[in-house]
């Protein structure tokens, strides 16, 4: 369609002839230029009304009505050019759009492609992890996990993790009763475990029996790793605590106590330890094994030793239904945290130092100052309160054999209450960095919750008792050991990401190394088992191993063979 400006010169080549009227004139050119308008012809709509200005004797009504034919006819141009635009824009707009869906539709299959493959490569290295044939299983399974990075399924998220486990894992063998504690250094180079058989073994990264120590106390079997990482703390079965190098030398011992050592705890700042006895006596030692500080006041047992995060106070419980608060520096006694009635069952410190909380078994939980006043009386649970723990944002927690989970402020002002379960609680507590926390029950489940009280995933896939429950350093991954024999991994979604269960007895215990990038568990079957953790090493993977033979691979997928 030609711009009107090259219709302004049009030479009137229809005028009519000579003689004719001009009303006659003027009503072919008006009659002709509706007829286009009405056609949607607005070029030759213009070109007939603006012809009749060549009319003579055109009257002053016939002049308006020419002048009002050609506004219409340009406004109806205009109009017209604007929805032709329009439309030009809505048919580009329509094959943009089916281009994208057309696009979204191939990255969907082949998502959908990836998927299937993957899911057919997990299920192959499942078969293979069954067969014990872990570096084929890793393999596979590795390739399942590239071809999903961004979507891979549950199936194989586990497919993956057992495979690790299945390649990478290492079992440690030769204890003779429960490896009740394992500790592995930050360079991963030595790991300790201690039994109820009355050994300490220390072995290499392979699995390799380095060191067996003989004569540990069979009533407090903890180790405790120095935080300079060169030796470790142990109780002997002549009620010495004895400072072991790596190498299993004795370096210095503590003298002979009155009665069994109950407890022991090491300073944050490495330069002094402190037990608590059967005999209602707690110590300080340094670690040439040289008494620093008696604490006596306890009536009964100490079963609980912890030093402040400040190290300027130790806190010690007893079986006589108290705690009391000792200066670090000269052993000198600060005072008995008041009121409860019951048994302690658990005494923590915020991570601050400022606040206390202990559970007991008269159904409250009580809160204190880092000087060990009372601030709060907790009062809530119908049952007795088996967990307290603060966590880094100041939130508390304290659970109970009731089910139930209540959440506090720092200063004991009541948040939020859930009745997390419908069995009595058993494990609870905060992860590092304070933004989820766990409960674990009789009823054999894991429950993992924001800090805000909402319900974030349900562990359910354990058969027996749940003994112990660790978040990994960066707070993603759930570790949980089990009276089913087996130790499981998960991560915030609630996906089982690792099932170990070749252990012969029950998972007494499992953590995570300080850096995260090993998990490690122990059973009663006198084993204990340490292996990388999946998304560590999927990201340390960076180039394929040889793939067995892709028409081996297959011939799997054809027969499960």
């Known amino acids: 369609m030609k711009p009107f400006s090259q219709f302004v010169g049009i030479i009137f080549l229809a005028l009519p002839t000579l003689g004719s009227s001009q009303s006659q004139c003027f009503k072919e050119f008006l009659d002709l230029g509706v007829q286009a308008y009405n056609r949607e012809d607005f070029q030759?709509?213009?070109?007939?009304?603006?012809?009749?200005?060549?009319?003579?004797?055109?009257?002053?009504n016939q002049v308006r009505q020419m002048n009002e034919w050609i506004d219409k006819a340009n406004k109806g141009y205009a109009d017209f050019m604007t929805k032709a635009r329009k439309d030009a824009e809505d048919a580009r707009d329509r094959a943009l759009n089916a281009l994208d869906e057309a696009q979204q539709a191939r990255d969907e299959a082949q998502l959908q492609a990836s998927i299937s493959e993957a899911n057919r490569l997990a299920f192959i290295a499942s078969q293979e992890v069954e067969k014990g044939n872990g570096n084929d299983a890793l393999v596979l399974a590795y390739r399942a996990m590239d071809l999903t990075r961004k979507h891979p399924t549950p199936s194989?998220?586990?497919?993956?993790?057992?495979?690790i486990d299945a390649s990478y894992g290492t079992t440690l063998a030769g204890h003779d009763q429960d490896v009740l504690s394992m500790n592995i250094t930050p360079d991963h180079q030595a790991i300790i475990t201690s039994s109820a058989d009355g050994t300490v073994k220390i072995?290499?990264?392979?699995?390799a029996l380095q060191h067996t120590l003989s004569g540990i106390s069979s009533y407090c079997s903890k180790v405790i790793l120095a935080p300079s990482n060169d030796r470790f703390l142990a109780v002997n079965a002549d009620r010495k605590v004895s400072v072991y190098s790596l190498d299993g030398k004795i370096l210095a011992s503590t003298p002979t106590q009155n009665e069994?050592?109950?407890?022991?705890?090491?300073?944050?700042?490495?330069?002094?330890?402190?037990?608590?006895?059967?005999?209602?006596?707690?110590?300080?030692?340094?670690?040439?094994?040289?008494?620093?500080?008696?604490?006596?006041?306890?009536?009964?047992?100490v079963n609980a030793v912890q030093f402040s995060p400040d190290d300027s106070k130790i806190l010690?419980?007893?079986?006589?239904?108290?705690?009391?608060?000792?200066?670090?520096?000269?052993?000198?006694?600060?005072?008995?945290?008041?009121?409860?009635?019951?048994?302690?069952?658990?005494?923590?410190?915020?991570?601050?130092?400022?606040?206390?909380?202990?559970?007991?078994?008269?159904?409250?939980?009580?809160?204190?100052?880092?000087?060990?006043?009372?601030?709060?009386?907790?009062?809530?649970?119908?049952?007795?309160?088996?967990?307290?723990?603060?966590?880094?944002?100041?939130?508390l927690l304290t659970a109970s054999l009731d089910g139930k989970v209540m959440l506090w402020d720092q200063d004991g002002n009541h948040k939020v209450t859930k009745s997390a379960h419908e069995q009595a609680i058993t494990l609870a507590g905060f992860s590092p960095d304070g933004n989820y926390w766990f409960?674990?029950?009789?009823?054999?489940?894991?429950k993992i919750w924001t800090v805000e009280g909402t319900l974030k995933a349900i562990l359910n896939q354990h058969l027996g008792a749940i003994n112990d429950i660790v978040f990994s350093p960066d707070s993603q991954l759930i570790l949980t050991a089990s009276a089913d024999h087996t130790a499981k991994l998960w991560d915030l979604a609630g996906n089982l990401r690792m099932n170990q269960d070749a252990f012969q007895g029950e998972v007494l215990a499992a953590g995570f190394t300080s850096d995260g990038n090993l998990l490690w568990s122990c059973s009663s079957d006198g084993g204990a088992h340490v292996v990388d953790n999946p998304e560590v090493l999927f990201a340390k993977l960076t180039e394929h191993p040889v793939l067995p033979d892709e028409r081996q691979i297959e011939l799997y997928h054809l027969n499960g063979q």
């Open 156 to 163: 194989i998220l586990l497919s993956f993790g057992n495979a």
């Open 260 to 301: 069994e050592i109950a407890a022991l705890a090491i300073s944050h700042d490495g330069s002094t330890f402190a037990t608590g006895g059967r005999d209602g006596q707690a110590s300080l030692f340094d670690w040439q094994g040289n008494l620093i500080a008696s604490l006596n006041g306890h009536q009964a047992p």
């Open 44 to 60: 030759g709509a213009f070109a007939n009304f603006r012809a009749i200005s060549g009319c003579d004797q055109l009257t002053t």
């Open 439 to 446: 409960t674990g029950s009789r009823d054999h489940t894991v």
């Open 203 to 207: 072995w290499n990264p392979e699995g």
């Open 316 to 395: 010690t419980v007893s079986t006589d239904k108290t705690a009391r608060m000792w200066r670090r520096s000269d052993g000198t006694f600060i005072s008995t945290l008041q009121d409860p009635a019951g048994f302690i069952y658990q005494a923590a410190f915020s991570p601050d130092g400022n606040r206390i909380l202990l559970a007991s078994s008269d159904h409250f939980a009580y809160l204190y100052d880092g000087n060990g006043q009372l601030i709060q009386k907790l009062a809530g649970h119908d049952a007795p309160v088996v967990c307290a723990a603060l966590s880094i944002n100041h939130v």
